[in-house]
């Protein structure tokens, strides 16, 4: 994946957002946060993996895949907050079995990032959120062009007062 790409545009991106409000970085850190579990909830709602009670499938999976690089523009800009990036060298993608124990995976990395603000723990979150896009059947190159995608639509959102 051309990680150095994504978080240009993503530095790009959060730079933007910054320009239009009057708090810093670090004052937006938990909100960012919870920003990220949120996300992660569309995404699980999106994808109904946990509604035992329905029978009703899952959403598109174009839905889903925007949903998911949602997630991937957080944790892109949480790493640019704390001074992370992430790349191949450290891809370690964990054997989901099903997608509610993933799901369940990324919460915990994300709640042990938002405590240690470490380096270790960031990349063991992205390497969680990838082994999710990897059970959704996402290849690179959708998570990339899917990514691109929302960030235009990201950007214009902002233009427009979003």
């Known amino acids: ?10 530095a790009e991106l959060d730079q933007h957002i910054m320009n239009a409000i009057p708090q810093t970085k670090d004052e937006i850190y938990d909100d960012k946060v919870l920003a990220l579990y949120v996300e992660i909830g569309e995404l699980a709602n ?42 191949d060298e450290v891809l370690d993608i964990p054997n989901v079995d099903r997608l509610t124990t993933g799901f369940q995976s990324v919460y915990s990395a994300i709640e042990r990032l938002k405590q240690s603000k470490d380096r270790v723990d960031y990349d063991r979150l992205m390497n969680q959120y990838l082994a999710l896009g990897h059970v959704l059947s996402f290849s690179t190159d959708d998570i990339v062009q ?13 233009e427009q007062g979003y």
């Open 146 to 158: 899917a990514y691109i995608d929302k960030n235009e639509k990201n950007h214009e959102r902002q």
């Open 46 to 87: 999106e994808t109904r993996c946990f509604k035992y009670w329905s029978q009703k499938g899952p959403s598109d999976r174009e839905t889903i895949l925007e949903e998911y690089v949602d997630g991937i523009h957080f944790i892109l800009s949480i790493g640019l907050d704390l001074g992370f990036h992430f790349d």
């Open 1 to 10: 994946m051309d990680w150095k790409r994504l978080y240009r545009m993503q």
